[in-house]
């Protein structure tokens, strides 16, 4: 039996313990000799008592139930306990509760056996009504409890779009682990009698607690105020939820309070059938999705097509008779909703006034933004539209060197000047991190010193990284504030749409980042802070100011942008992506360009079925986000703790830890690891406080180095030709495993025994090789886990595409278009030509972007100088796909006579 901790997730905990508790009984109940039986009575009073501790926060089976099921097993009532056990284990595990009464008495139970609900139909599935739980905070007796749920329980109709069951606890505290630890919960009704602390000892919720805000100390509060206080805090870790208040207080007292999420306050009545209406309009605002049901209703109308489209309606296929399969394969529907038609009930994406605007305000509010504009074509458009539409040629912007190609070839479109910034390098596992902050903090300071701060306009990085490095972006923001109080951020949020809806990774998101300081910057207290550290850092150096956390003026202009590829880790058709914008400028001055490079980079034909998925996919991020992100996080761990503890996994393969992938001085926590085999887990909510760089936990970068392979290799002749197992990202001597909301355990556990299948055929392949066979397979690990190439930083922009030689920023735009012209452009062997030349001491340029797979972002882009580093990297590369590059001809570079012409008559300013 696993102990506490073992287990990183409360709701994984609880299905486990039901899962013990169901075996033990159903043993029992068999009827085992005297030490067997003694054995299984054990087991079952300690999955009692473990579960009496979290039983209390949902509504299934519920306390009465579960009281009656432990006195069964005091009685001796073994075959109903065990029939009972059975039942609750299979309902909690198929989801059977939520959708109809679950009888555990095995008279009134027989009659529904053969409903088994893993047969259901989608079809099926889909006619029944959702169910959710409601919480009621209010310390009450058991007979008030029971009269509390009945009274809920009538107010329910035939016609309600939901069902819902009530759970009560008592305390402010409760509900916190409450709605951290129940992912059925929706809406909360808080009333007059709760109190504060709660007598809930069990380790993993109080670590629950600490995420809601920490245990709060007695005394900072009056017992009127737990209500709205629990309303804000429920605000700042599950903001989608709804809340209603129940008070005793006079109008006058509550119209001043921050109720954070409250819909509604009920005063000192019991108007139950006005807080069901309440309850249920709330859910259905969640649970509408304007475009999605426009397009069904539009599928359903009889219409003469006479447009384009001839596969509309499905016509073209259903008269062929030769492309019936395709037609068998989609089904219908998809036929029937494909359409170019903008009016019929349905919009325009490119000019939104009726469901695809409504669809846009609704994920404007599930993601903490002021405007989100969707896109059917993929983030890498989105960031071109962001940059298009804020970027003017000749404006200076910082650039994460290393991130998506995307973002290079929209600094080419603006004509902006670019500062590319470098990450610290990982060169162990050939791959990059993050740019540290003190990296920004330096060019922004050292452009300030020459005079060009009012030409930096945006500071571009991502966040997550592919490799799962994430940012403390709400300190990277105020550092940067500070120096350039009117700087545009645009975060890449490619690979971190998902983190919305953890309240761990929530606090890392640009959205919340950029709304936690609006708040922040107009407080009485910020401005005082502000003063003082300016008093103290009056005529202060550079270096001073670099070793110094500076605080923003109060003045400052928060003006946030974040792309999200929706696809890749929430539920969307492939190419669904939203733009997100927290811009205090953005109605003044970006609107119309915005509007301008949206309708440039987005198709007048935009795939409609791609807008309805992103309009349910919001839909399920408000209702069960936080339930899918919950598992996914699970997901990872359970990963990282297999594959971490096997001996046998030990000796070929490494997960990656926080340790390994980030440098010491950015880890102020000092958590090098999430799970260590002595303690348990960790509680990473500090690391996330904290740290200047935090790992994304859903991402497992996995060493395979040991195992002789490189990660290339090992990708794809092993896991996917072998086992079927697909995977995006290596590096030269690792994997990366990406859980998402679709992770199963199933899942998990079919990775964990591939990989020892896999370990164990190494070790046969050893056991039987020769002297030499063995040499060479340790010749082969040396070479992928010692003799790595360090990894190359930016080198510069060569002379004739620089305004000055006093800051690094360089024109990339006319380069990239000077290399359209042949008579501009050679080419150079890496081995011979290009070596020769750099040994010489001769300058060599790039002519176009270099991107290797892996990593898969540019070693060089346009207009830069190959340095001696850079070509040492590329003849280490062992992968077989680099764009950009030609194996017959060579790197593609400028000749001499096109960079002296363009130098000529020139004179570059030099540093003093």
């Known amino acids: 039996m696993h102990s506490m901790s073992d287990y990183y997730s409360a709701i994984q905990l609880r299905s486990d313990q039901w899962s013990t508790l169901r075996e033990a009984t159903d043993a029992l109940a068999r009827g085992p000799d005297a030490k067997g039986a003694a054995a299984y009575r054990k087991t079952i009073v300690q999955q009692f008592q473990s579960l009496a501790l979290i039983e209390p926060y949902w509504a299934f089976p519920g ?142 919720l109080k670590r629950y607690l600490k995420r809601a805000g920490g245990s709060l100390d007695i005394d900072t509060l009056m017992p009127e105020d737990y209500g709205p206080e629990l309303c804000r805090m429920i605000a700042k870790v599950r903001p989608e939820l709804d809340a209603y208040l129940v008070t005793e207080r006079s109008v006058e007292e509550i119209a001043g309070l921050d109720l954070g999420i409250c819909r509604r306050v009920f005063y000192n009545q019991e108007d139950f059938i006005e807080l069901h209406l309440n309850i249920l309009r709330g859910v259905q605002a969640r649970f509408k999705t304007p475009f999605f049901t426009a397009l069904v209703e539009y599928s359903k109308q009889p219409t003469g097509v006479f447009h384009a489209m001839p596969i509309s309606r499905g016509k073209s296929i259903s008269r062929s008779h030769w492309i019936q399969d395709m037609g068998a394969f989609y089904g219908p529907n998809i036929f029937m909703a494909e359409t170019s038609a903008t009016s019929g009930g349905l919009d325009s994406l490119l000019e939104p006034h009726g469901p695809i605007k409504e669809a846009q305000e609704l994920a404007s509010r599930a993601f903490g933004s002021k405007q989100t504009f969707f896109a059917t074509n993929g983030t890498s458009t989105c960031n071109k539209i962001v940059v298009q539409a804020l970027v003017r040629p000749d404006d200076i912007v910082l650039v994460d060197r290393d991130c998506h190609k995307s973002h290079h070839y929209g600094m080419v479109l603006s004509g902006a000047n670019v500062v590319y910034l470098d990450s610290y390098p990982l060169n162990e596992y050939s791959m990059y991190g993050a740019v540290p902050l003190r990296e920004i903090k330096h060019q922004l300071l050292e452009l300030k010193a020459a005079g060009k701060l009012d030409r930096v306009r945006m500071l571009l990085l991502t966040n997550c990284t592919f490799d799962g490095i994430v940012y403390n972006v709400e300190r990277v923001m105020e550092e940067c504030l500070a120096i350039k109080p009117d700087l545009i951020f645009l975060w890449d949020e490619a690979w971190f749409a998902f983190a919305r809806f953890g309240p761990t990774y929530r606090q890392r998101t640009a959205m919340n980042a950029a709304n936690s300081m609006r708040e922040k910057l107009r407080s009485d207290a910020h401005a005082k802070e502000y003063e003082a550290q300016q008093a103290s850092l009056k005529d202060a150096d550079a270096e001073t100011l670099l070793n110094t956390r500076l605080i923003p003026s109060p003045k400052a202009r928060v003006r946030v942008y974040a792309t999200q590829s929706t696809h890749k880790t929430l539920t969307s058709l492939r190419q669904g992506s939203m733009i997100h914008v927290n811009d205090q400028d953005f109605k003044g001055e970006v609107e119309q360009a915005f509007h301008e490079a949206y309708m440039t980079h987005t198709s007048t034909s935009p795939n409609y079925q791609i807008i309805a998925s992103l309009d349910v996919g919001r839909r399920q991020v408000e209702l069960e986000g936080f339930e899918f992100v919950q ?89 996917m030709d072998k086992y079927g197992i697909q995977i995006n990202k290596t590096s030269r001597n690792t994997v990366l495993f990406m859980t998402n909301i679709g992770t199963t355990r199933s899942s998990v556990a079919y990775l964990i025994e591939v990989l020892v299948e896999i370990a164990k055929g190494l070790d046969e392949l050893l056991d039987d090789a020769s002297k030499m066979e063995r040499l060479a397979f340790d010749r082969r690990v040396k070479n992928l886990m010692q003799d790595f190439p360090p990894l190359p930083d930016f080198s510069r922009f060569h002379d004739a595409f620089r305004a000055d030689l006093v800051t690094p920023e360089g024109d990339i735009r006319t380069p990239f278009f000077m290399s359209y012209d042949e008579n501009n452009c050679d080419y150079l062997d890496l081995t011979g030509s290009l070596k020769q030349a750099l040994d010489a001491g001769e300058e060599v340029v790039s002519a176009s972007f270099i991107i290797p797979y892996p990593p898969g972002f540019p070693i060089l882009v346009p207009g830069q100088v190959v340095s001696k580093e850079i070509l040492e990297f590329m003849l280490a590369l062992d992968v077989s796909e680099i764009h950009g590059y030609r194996a017959d001809l060579g790197l593609r570079v400028f000749t001499k006579e096109a960079l002296a012409s363009r130098l000529e008559g020139r004179q570059l300013k030099k540093p003093e």
Request: with cysteine; aromatic share 10%.
């Open 63 to 204: 306390m009465a139930v579960f009281e009656h099921m432990r006195r069964q097993f005091e009685h001796g009532s073994l075959d109903d306990l065990a029939f009972a056990t059975q039942r609750v284990t299979r309902a909690l595990t198929t989801g059977a509760y939520r959708r109809r009464h679950i009888p555990l008495d095995r008279d009134k139970a027989e009659d529904e056996e053969h409903d088994d609900e893993a047969m259901l139909s989608p079809e099926a599935r889909a006619l029944t009504k959702p169910y959710f739980e409601v919480m009621i905070v209010d310390a009450v007796n058991e007979q008030q409890e029971r009269w509390l749920k009945t009274n809920v329980a009538r107010m329910r109709r035939p016609d309600d779009p939901f069902i819902y069951e009530a759970v009560v606890v008592p305390s402010l505290e409760d509900a916190l682990i409450g709605i951290l630890f129940n992912h059925n919960i929706q809406a909360i009704v808080v009333r007059p009698g709760l109190v504060l602390k709660s007598k809930n000892a069990l380790p993993i």
């Open 631 to 719: 598992r996914q996080v699970e997901a990872a761990m359970a990963m990282r703790r297999a594959i971490s503890t096997h001996p046998l996994l030990q000796k070929y393969f490494k997960v990656l830890a926080a340790g390994d992938m980030i440098p010491e001085e950015y880890r102020e926590s000092g958590v090098s690891s999430y799970y260590n085999p002595e303690q348990g887990w960790t509680d990473i909510w500090d690391c996330w406080e904290k740290d200047e760089f935090v790992l994304d936990a859903t991402r497992v970068t996995l060493a395979v180095g040991g195992t002789g392979w490189d990660g290339d290799t090992f990708k794809t002749d092993i896991l």
